[in-house]
């Protein structure tokens, strides 16, 4: 099983980018799928995540600006980001659970410029 993480960028303060990771090989199912991040001296935090039957999670900071959604046909999930803050600077990385395995994406980069 492979994650393909695509989407990072540059942009300015108050644009958007959408992120998209997805799976390959040979599995039964993909349960949760999320993203995390970790910008340069923090810990790696939650961004969001989303379950099997759509039900979704956002930390707090990036509520109302951060939506995730899912293409189960696709295997793929996405992360889409507005307003985006210089903040949301970070390595983004998506997670998903696949068969009861963990798996990670190779991480992709986002900076925010002020």
């Known amino acids: 099983v492979q994650l393909v993480e695509s989407g990072g960028g540059l942009v300015q303060a108050g644009g958007s980018l959408r992120l998209s990771c997805a799976a390959s090989?040979?599995?039964?199912?993909?349960?949760?799928m999320g993203w995390y991040r970790q910008a340069p001296g923090k810990q790696h935090e939650l961004v969001a995540v989303i379950t099997s039957d759509g039900s979704t999670n956002y930390a707090d900071s990036v509520k109302g600006r951060f939506t995730i959604f899912r293409d189960n046909a696709a295997n793929t999930v996405y992360l889409q980001m507005n307003s985006l803050k210089a903040e949301d600077t970070a390595v983004y990385y998506c997670r998903f659970i696949i068969d009861t395995m963990v798996y990670w994406g190779q991480g992709t980069q986002v900076t925010v410029s002020s």
């Open positions: 090989g040979r599995f039964l199912s993909i349960n949760h």
